[in-house]
């Protein structure tokens, strides 16, 4: 899988956690896939996670065979013993940075989303939305969300930046510590859109943000714990000491704004290339 984040036990709670940001995003992608996916023969959801958007979809396209894929093992283990006996879902390990076309034959499928994972695949993104869009039907599309984290005084935005302040690190600190910013990891969005339009027909996208909003700085806490594992330890002694300045000043993010971050987040709908287009990226 990609650089840095593990799934150990910490992680367990992450379906219960990441439901802050899950749910919202599943309702955007089925309203702007609307009626396509009423007609869908074949959906396939990259980068599936804990299958959250997988469910949505399977309500909303009641023809459709789905198929999950995510290079987290023990992801896709969890999604098959859950789906056990649904004939109409598949799961497989696939590691998006390698070709597509064994699990999902060029043009065959009608939708294909990818949400919250384009900025781990960096900086292979071209590759990858080239696949895509190779990858769907003619008349088909395809729906990703992207993160574009605001820069913070420290350098970093989103979940990094309350690191920072957790941590009393700069973006340099991260460098040392080994762990790379998600804002260095995400396209910005103008050029991201160059990227798709050369890959895809018609490609629309609107923002909105995104703030997470739990109950209190320990929620926070959790929630990084269950998300990212050990991704930032190297910024702190021990896990304790982490958890403890995370809480503190995620508490002290809700107190003075009333969100611990709040993160632009795009919604793309990209339509199949034009049969005489062909990909241009
Ligand atoms: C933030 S989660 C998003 C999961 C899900 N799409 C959602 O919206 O909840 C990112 C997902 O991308 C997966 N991922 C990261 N790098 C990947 C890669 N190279 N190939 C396949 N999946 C990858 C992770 O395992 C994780 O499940």
Do not use: K
């Not at 913070?152 to 690191?163: F, K, Q, R, Y």
Request: net charge negative; hydrophobic share 45%.
């Amino acid at each position: 899988m990609t650089a840095g984040v593990q799934h150990d036990d910490r992680m367990a709670g992450y379906a219960d956690h990441s439901r802050l940001r899950q749910t919202p995003d599943a309702l955007r992608v089925v309203a702007a896939l609307g009626e396509r996916l009423a007609r869908a023969r074949s959906v396939v959801d990259l980068g599936c996670g804990t299958g959250a958007l997988i469910d949505a979809l399977a309500g909303a396209a009641p023809s459709a065979a789905i198929t999950g894929l995510d290079a987290a093992v023990p992801r896709i283990a969890e999604l098959r013993a859950r789906h056990a006996g649904d004939v109409r879902v598949r799961f497989a390990v696939h590691d998006l940075r390698e070709p597509l076309s064994a699990l999902v034959p060029n043009g065959s499928a009608d939708v294909i989303t990818m949400t919250a994972v384009l900025h781990w695949l960096h900086p292979g993104e071209s590759a990858v939305v080239r696949r895509i869009a190779t990858a769907l039907t003619t008349g088909g599309a395809a729906v990703l969300t992207t993160y574009h984290p605001v820069l913070e005084a420290s350098g970093l935005g989103g979940t990094d930046a309350v690191i920072a302040e957790a941590a009393g690190a700069t973006a340099a600190q991260f460098d040392g510590a080994g762990v790379v910013p998600v804002s260095r990891r995400t396209l910005p969005a103008v050029a991201l859109e160059r990227t798709l339009r050369g890959a895809f027909g018609e490609v629309e996208s609107v923002e909105h943000t995104a703030r997470t909003a739990p109950a209190d700085g320990t929620a926070f806490a959790d929630y990084v714990d269950s998300t990212f594992g050990d991704y930032y330890q190297g910024l702190f002694p021990d896990h304790a000491t982490q958890r403890a300045a995370v809480a503190a000043a995620a508490q002290r993010r809700l107190d003075a704004t009333g969100a611990v971050t709040s993160m632009p987040i795009r919604t793309w709908l990209c339509t199949a290339p034009d049969a005489d287009q062909g990909i241009r990226a």
